[in-house]
T-cell receptor
Framework: DAMVIQNPRYQVTQFGKPVTLSCSQT?????MYWYQQKSSQAPKLLFHYYDKDFNNEADTPDNFQSRRPNTSFCFLDIRSPGLGDAAMYLC?????????????FGQGTRLTVV | RKEVEQDPGPFNVPEGATVAFNCTYS??????FFWYRQDCRKEPKLLMSVYSSGNEDGRFTAQLNRASQYISLLIRDSKLSDSATYLC?????????????FGAGTRLAVHP
């Protein structure tokens, strides 16, 4: 059974039209991450939550916003998508332990901007 | 300097070959280390954690050298199904929780 679920799997949006990607988890993990991955590149961390504590990476554009209304759900809002925002968006969760702890990924949402 | 650096490959090897991937990281305070596998257009999946003493899981062996800030992954007896991108992941412990930093990955192609 999927533990981190992203919807939709594929999203096509128009240039400049706001779009929201969603992520839900059944693991009850405190930490949730949003990564952006472009072709042949490393997943790039956009932001992450520790419970409701929001942490934005310094180089994440203002065009990207996030909401976490409860432990289970997290949303990525792209206010005005540009062609350069076309990518795979990956949601992940982990426990906040200091020892080795893996991250569990959703299947990703592939965003196309037309 | 990138936080996590990997040789992008691709590594093209025949079935049965032994292949080794290397990874270096820049933050000496990094706490945890992993190898993830990512198939084309799929999400990353944990292959194995990397411990200071080194660890083995079947055909896969991971090593960590903290002094040199270097991680390796050895795959023995390569299978066609091992073809994928292998991502080196390092955690940055900030704010009391792990922030995962990814390398760009090393592509492996195993051929008959």
């Amino acid at each position: 059974d999927a533990m981190v679920i992203q919807n939709p799997r594929y999203q096509v949006t128009q240039f400049g039209k706001p779009v929201t990607l969603s992520c839900s988890q059944t693991l009850n993990h405190n930490v949730m991450y949003w990564y952006q991955q472009k072709s042949s590149q490393a997943p790039k961390l956009l932001f992450h939550y520790y419970d409701k504590d929001f942490n934005n990476e310094a180089d994440t554009p203002d065009n990207f916003q996030s909401r976490r209304p409860n432990t289970s759900f997290c949303f990525l809002d792209i206010r005005s998508p540009g062609l350069g925002d076309a990518a795979m968006y990956l949601c992940a969760t982990s426990r906040p332990r200091t020892g080795p702890t893996e991250a569990f990924f959703g299947q990703g949402t592939r965003l196309t901007v037309v | 300097r990138k936080e996590v650096e990997q040789d992008p490959g691709p590594f093209n090897v025949p079935e049965g070959a032994t292949v080794a991937f290397n990874c270096t990281y820049s933050n000496s305070a990094s706490q945890s280390f992993f190898w993830y596998r990512q198939d084309c257009r799929k999400e990353p999946k944990l292959l194995m954690s990397v411990y200071s003493s080194g660890n083995e899981d079947g055909r896969f062996t991971a090593q960590l050298n903290r002094a040199s800030q270097y991680i390796s992954l050895l795959i023995r007896d390569s299978k066609l199904s091992d073809s994928a991108t292998y991502l080196c992941v390092v955690t940055d412990l900030s704010g009391g929780y792990n922030k995962l930093i990814f390398g760009a990955g090393t592509r492996l192609a195993v051929h008959p």
